[in-house]
């Protein structure tokens, strides 16, 4: 017991020592989409804060694919010395390990850093389409079942649970075309490759503005700031298709204490500040922050609240 007591306490020591010293050398921020993409926007501006108030490099480095699993395996897998960290949305962190039995991690497998945004869910659709509100789309879809397509990111996403949930309350056959990644599956929808998709404010609203995707309802509680002249879907009449997501930076397991709350401390500070709040706010995301255990408590109620979901609607990765 006196060694094991010894140990400890050296153990700590050592953690303690770490984290004064922290960050003596780059750091990266592994990010499981393509670039472009909603996830990748966030982590591009929390790196670049990092970096400033760090005073170190910090790198960006997509590693796309098998919804999200590719780059979140990596980041598991890492080192968990707070200089390998990662920026994932929960539908990479919490829905992907319920569908892919190799994933090879699952939420238990991160260290909780910070809640960084939340943004609602946009049914967007290609802006070369009649359709200008959801009653129009949906009375297309029943009349034509099959004929309509949309995007993802991948099996398990959450455009892609909320796309299932609206098939689900309007009774509709729209059938699901995965791509390999948000970004990719937003281009196809401008490009006409497919009708539809559920995407954040954040990154569909630049094409919005540019005549380039029409917005058909927001899956929010409300409406929202960017887009006030939007309905959501309850005021389409379709109240159970309530669909947001958010975006974490999370660190390995195992990572010292001291070296979490100096990340969390310096990302709540970047949420703070007026540069980065403008930022979101003309991308359509409303910041977050708080301690640790916000994210933490967070992960664990996604979990209780998409499992049943993903079971019901008998999601299969393609």
């Known amino acids: 017991m006196r060694r094991v007591v010894l140990a400890t306490f050296a153990l700590l020591l050592v953690a303690r020592a770490a ?5 003596d050398h780059p750091l990266r921020i592994i990010v499981p989409t393509p670039a472009g993409g909603p996830v990748d926007v ?7 804060n990092l970096s400033s108030q760090l005073q170190q490099n910090v790198v960006v480095e997509n ?3 098998a919804g999200n699993t590719i780059g979140s395996r990596v980041a598991a897998e890492a080192a968990p010395d707070g200089y390998t960290l990662m920026v994932s949305a929960a539908s990479g962190l919490i829905i992907s390990p319920m569908l892919y039995k190799t994933a090879g991690y699952d939420a238990a497998s991160f260290a909780p850093i910070a809640l960084t945004t939340e943004t609602p869910q946009l049914l967007v659709i290609n802006s070369k389409l ?10 297309y879809a029943k009349a034509n079942p099959g004929k309509l397509n949309y995007s993802t990111g991948g099996s398990g996403t959450i455009p892609h649970l909320a796309a299932e949930l609206f098939k689900r309350a309007t009774g509709t056959d729209i059938v699901h075309v995965p791509y390999k990644g948000g970004g990719p599956a937003l281009t196809g929808v401008v490009a006409g490759e497919v009708q539809m998709t559920f995407d ?5 609203l630049p094409l919005i503005k540019d005549g380039k995707l029409r917005a058909l309802a927001i899956a929010g509680p409300q409406r ?6 939007l309905p959501t879907m309850a005021e389409s009449g379709y109240p159970t298709v309530l669909v947001g997501a958010w975006t974490a930076l999370l660190a390995p397991k195992g990572t010292p204490a001291p070296i979490i709350a100096k990340l969390n401390a310096a990302t709540n500070a970047a949420l703070q500040s007026e540069q980065m709040r403008n930022t979101l706010a003309k991308l359509g995301a409303e910041p977050r922050g708080g301690p640790p255990q916000i994210l933490a408590e967070r992960m664990t109620s996604d979990q209780v609240r998409w499992k049943p979901v993903v079971e019901a609607l008998h999601l299969k990765v393609q």
Do not use: C, D, H
């Not at 984290?19 to 960050?23: E, H, I, K, L, R």
């Not at 009649?130 to 009375?139: I, N, R, S, Y």
């Not at 954040?200 to 569909?204: D, I, K, L, R």
């Open 224 to 229: 929202s700031a960017a887009l006030p002249n």
């Open 200 to 204: 954040p404010v954040a990154t569909s």
């Open 19 to 23: 984290a004064q010293t922290y960050p």
């Open 130 to 139: 009649p359709f200008k509100t959801v009653a129009e789309l949906v009375a």
């Open 63 to 65: 590693k796309p694919g």
């Open 42 to 48: 966030m982590a591009r501006l929390i790196a670049s």
